[in-house]
């Protein structure tokens, strides 16, 4: 990396990068690390683990080029962390269940959070989340006070209010509150996934890729037949999604 980035010798792409400028990177290889194994693709996902190390690499470099920390810092840094937040292992306490241990957990969180001068019970949720995954947290965070649906059916009424704002406001269709109100409706759909014990992200990956799958699917029964999806009708298009979904 310090060969890449050296201002002599280096490449000029890695040359100008900034912190701003490999970020997405960052996440684009965590995505990729995500999906070797959604896949089962052990052989990817020693490469792309490679790929999102090399990130961290990266960001290293330039903080250390900065003269703020290097890369062996980093490493020390997530050490010392892991040995604060497991006593149990590291330390002289001791644990009966998942439950206390997650609780002692928090509690670290909150005292590292209090250090850096981070208030609040929502505070250390970084903004930069994928938005349901952010979603989901957040509400996790509030419901620890007590601030949460008791039950699924809740939501789901909740739910059904929502969906009914958003017809309300179609006949005008004011784009400010329907982003208003597809993103509460989204909000609810992110905890009714919590309140399930399932990840949001998750759900909605599964669902991207079943219609990436179908989609692809109904391409190839129309080429097969000699059509063209752009040259069908939307009700013979229909009828191909329909057996497609009954043969998957």
């Known amino acids: 990396m310090a060969a890449l980035r050296d201002p ?4 000029p792409w ?3 990068q900034d912190f701003s400028t490999i970020a997405p990177h960052t996440i684009e290889e965590a995505y990729e690390v995500a999906d070797a194994i959604a896949r089962g693709d052990l052989d990817d996902l020693q490469d792309e683990l490679g790929d999102l190390l090399f990130q961290v690499v990266y960001h290293a470099r330039m903080a250390e ?5 290097d890369f062996a810092a980093v490493a020390r840094t997530i050490a010392d962390k892991m040995v604060r937040r497991h006593p149990h292992v590291f ?4 644990f009966r269940s998942v439950e206390a241990h997650s609780a002692a957990w928090e509690a670290q969180k909150h005292a590292e959070r209090s250090m850096r001068a981070e208030t609040g019970t929502l505070a250390g949720i970084p903004a930069a989340l994928p938005a349901l995954t952010r ?7 509030a419901a620890r006070v007590g601030f949460d649906w008791p039950d699924v059916e809740s939501v789901l009424r909740k739910l059904d209010e929502e969906v009914a704002e958003l017809r309300a406001e179609l006949p005008e269709a004011k784009d400010e509150r329907l982003v208003d109100e597809v993103g509460d409706l989204l909000f609810v759909l992110a905890n009714l996934a919590r309140k399930l014990g399932l990840d949001p992200e998750a759900c909605l990956r599964h669902a991207n ?7 692809g699917s109904m391409e190839q029964a129309a080429a097969s ?3 063209v ?18 043969s998957l």
């Open 209 to 215: 890729l079943k219609f990436y799958d179908r989609f």
């Open 225 to 227: 037949a000699g059509n």
């Open 14 to 16: 890695d040359q100008q």
């Open 135 to 141: 979603a989901a947290k957040l509400t996790s965070r």
């Open 229 to 246: 999806l752009s040259e069908m009708s939307l009700e013979e298009m229909e009828e191909i999604w329909q057996k497609i979904k009954r």
């Open 91 to 94: 330390g002289g306490s001791a």
């Open 8 to 11: 002599s010798r280096g490449c």
């Open 65 to 69: 080029e900065a003269g703020r920390f």
